[in-house]
């Protein structure tokens, strides 16, 4: 049951214009050089070198960036500036601004809730997800979102990933790169990729007949990290591309301070999650 709802929500998400899940990403800080992959070997341990890919993922307190987003769909293709601001382990919001900088959608996601102001329609939601995880067959959470937007491993289901999770992974390399593979407790199938430079290269999940592939590229140095400044994110059913977004990113801030407002204004009424989607949509 969680599994088909999940399929259902998935299929709204991308139809609304792949602008309130696919839309979640940022990055590091002003100045940046490029970093080209040296398809180098990989000459450690699966432990080790497990543990190096941990080490080399991106830290943060704070982040905010400018984005460009490029949503293409089965039957619609959406563009928009995007606003993100994001503290660690806490939440993130969004800002999509279409229109010249003009804020037309807020989403708000935190450890525990939902929240989207619709202004075209004066509208607002304000859901706690276990409602929602209740219904979905896939164990994923903030801290799992918080990963996947900022190129990292993660266990589905946890807060927390460290070098003793190693043998909770299947590893898999061919000299150059390796694969680390995860099944939750409802058999859905996570797989991560790295390269022989210990930078993660793809997360794919699969659950039931469906797929999301979400791709790094255009890595640079930021700061004493590094970090991958266009992220694409692919969802498939029975090998057939239901949708695809594109993020690139621009004017990324790592650790400085920001400030985060959710007021709904006066006169907005509350609408469900489904309500919410299918006026995003038109």
Same mark, same amino acid.
């Given at each position: 049951?969680?599994?088909? /709802?999940?399929? =259902? ?5 991308? =139809? ?19 970093? /080209? ?8 341990? @699966?432990?080790?070198? *497990? ?18 987003l ?6 619609? #293709?959406?563009?928009s500036? $995007?606003?993100? =601001? ?8 969004? %800002?999509?601004?279409? *229109?010249?900088? $003009?804020?037309?959608?807020? $989403? ?13 329609? =004066?509208?607002?939601?304000?859901? @706690?997800?276990?409602?929602?995880? %209740?219904?979905?067959?896939?164990? !994923?959470?903030?801290? @799992?979102?918080?990963?996947l937007?900022? @190129? ?26 390796? #694969? ?21 290269l %793809? ?40 949708? /695809?977004?594109?993020?690139? !990113?621009? /004017?990324p #801030? ?16 509350? $609408?469900?999650? #489904? ?8």
């Amino acid at each position: 049951m969680m599994m088909r /709802t999940l399929r =259902k929500m998935t299929s709204s998400l991308w =139809k609304a214009g792949g602008c309130i899940v696919f839309a979640c990403l940022l990055v590091g800080c002003k100045s940046s050089t490029a970093i /080209t992959s040296s398809n180098a070997a990989i000459m450690k341990s @699966n432990e080790a070198f *497990f543990t190096a890919v941990l080490d080399r993922s991106f830290h943060f307190d704070t982040f905010s960036a400018r984005l460009h987003l490029d949503f293409n769909g089965m039957q619609q #293709e959406f563009s928009s500036r $995007v606003q993100l =601001k994001m503290i660690r382990d806490d939440r993130l919001q969004l %800002s999509i601004q279409p *229109f010249l900088g $003009v804020e037309v959608v807020r $989403v708000e996601l935190s450890n525990d809730s939902i929240k989207i102001i619709d202004r075209m329609n =004066k509208r607002f939601l304000a859901e @706690n997800y276990q409602r929602l995880k %209740s219904e979905m067959a896939v164990d !994923f959470n903030f801290q @799992n979102l918080q990963a996947l937007l900022t @190129n990292q491993l993660f266990v589905p289901g946890e807060n927390r990933i460290a070098s003793n999770h190693f043998r909770r992974f299947r590893i898999t390399n061919n000299s150059n790169q390796a #694969e680390f593979q995860f099944r939750d407790i409802h058999e859905s199938s996570f797989t991560f990729t790295a390269d022989g430079d210990e930078k993660l290269l %793809s997360t794919k999940i699969e659950f039931e007949q469906q797929m999301l592939s979400w791709q790094y590229s255009q890595f640079q140095a930021i700061d004493d990290q590094i970090f991958p400044m266009k992220m694409t994110a692919r969802l498939s059913s029975a090998d057939q591309t239901q949708g /695809t977004v594109t993020l690139a !990113f621009s /004017t990324p #801030e790592r650790n400085h301070p920001i400030s985060m407002d959710f007021t709904v204004p006066a006169g907005y009424n509350r $609408v469900t999650l #489904e309500q919410m989607l299918h006026s995003i949509g038109k």
